[in-house]
T-cell receptor
Framework: AQKVTQAQTEISVVEKEDVTLDCVYE???????LFWYKQPPSGELVFLIR??????QNEISGRYSWNFQKSTSSFNFTITASQVVDSAVYFC????????FGTGTRLQVFP | NAGVTQTPKFQVLKTGQSMTLQCAQD?????MSWYRQDPGMGLRLIHY???????DQGEVPNGYNVSRSTTEDFPLRLLSAAPSQTSVYFC???????????FGSGTRLTVV
């Protein structure tokens, strides 16, 4: 069965710290994609990015960067110089005919 | 307005009552799904559909029914509400899952 694991339940950092969130997708597929979503305190789900497992290069968008580590089958999401507005729950999910979400990582950024 | 529309936004039910949460999209999306999110938890799949007339169960289907008679609508029915169904419900749709899903704004349901 396919399973999405976000082992980090909650992370707290002080503003301007870098923080990395991890996601592992267990599947028999040799290549696959993963979505990242952000859910701020207001509750809506915001799509951030789609990443694939066959490209280990970093993808960077502003303060956000993503990469895939083949050795651990882990998708990493890094926020550089975190800000209070980054406080949210971050989910990952593979783009299947339905979304199977990880349990999410709650990020709290303190001023 | 293009997007996924969920109604109502808030609802309070008494135990044993039934109701239907509405989800509608005008983007001609074949893929639609329902999720529930309990406080401090992730989103769990209730039911999903890959096209009109086709539905399937997700992780937590008990106590809920769905039907998909049109491409646009995917209502979620609570047969006999229980306090354990107190949650926020999200509906999502997609034309091609690879390109992403669009989410509704959610329905906050409280069962007393």
């Amino acid at each position: 069965a396919q399973k999405v694991t976000q082992a980090q339940t909650e992370i707290s950092v002080v503003e301007k710290e870098d923080v990395t969130l991890d996601c592992v997708y267990e599947t028999r597929d040799t290549t696959y994609y993963l979505f990242w979503y952000k859910q701020p305190p207001s509750g809506e789900l915001v799509f951030l990015i789609r990443r694939n497992s066959f490209d280990e290069q970093n993808e960077i968008s502003g303060r956000y960067s993503w990469n895939f580590q083949k050795s651990t089958s882990s998708f990493n999401f890094t926020i550089t110089a975190s800000q209070v507005v980054d406080s949210a729950v971050y989910f990952c999910a593979p783009p299947l005919d339905k979304l199977i979400f990880g349990t999410g990582t709650r990020l709290q950024v303190f001023p | 307005n293009a997007g996924v529309t969920q109604t109502p936004k808030f609802q309070v039910l008494k135990t044993g009552q039934s109701m239907t949460l509405q989800c509608a999209q005008d983007m001609n999306h074949e893929y639609m799904s329902w999720y529930r999110q309990d406080p401090g938890m992730g989103l769990r799949l209730i039911h999903y559909s890959v096209g009109a007339g086709i539905t399937d169960q997700g992780e937590v289907p008990n106590g809920y029914n769905v039907s998909r008679s049109t491409t646009e609508d995917f209502p979620l029915r609570l047969l006999s509400a229980a306090p354990s169904q107190t949650s926020v419900y999200f509906c999502a749709s997609s034309y091609v899952p690879f390109y992403g899903y669009t989410f509704g704004s959610g329905t906050r349901l409280t069962v007393v």
